[in-house]
């Protein structure tokens, strides 16, 4: 296995310094991440809406707060908050109110556009 020069004397340097710990590989995450734009107060909200009104979905409710509670944030902000709640088990989705099952249909192919098979 041939290592370029530069890489042997970082790591002989970083041992030197640091003993075996600085041989380990180091983080690459950024030093600052993307601060957390929606308060909770805005997820409870958006939680008591849906509770008071299970079958309303993510348009009417954006539309509700920025009405009623003078909050603007996007549908899908909205969208991607009703999703979590319904991941933790707080709310049930909107299909188990109407009666329908989520199973996804599948494909329809009417032979165009379709990849030729041998």
Known sequence: ??????????????????????????????????????????????????????????????????REYGINISTSTTGRVLTKLVKIGKIMPASFYNGRLNIKKSRVFDNHAQRWQQ
Do not use: C, D, H
């Open 1 to 66: 296995m041939e290592v370029p020069r530069s890489t042997l004397g970082r790591w002989r340097k970083n041992y030197k310094n640091f003993g075996l710990e600085g041989l380990e590989n180091k983080s690459r995450a950024p030093l600052r991440k993307r601060q957390r734009q929606l308060t909770e107060e805005t997820e409870k909200l958006i939680l008591q809406v849906r509770k008071e009104n299970p079958i309303w979905g993510k348009k009417k409710i954006k539309v509700i707060l920025g």
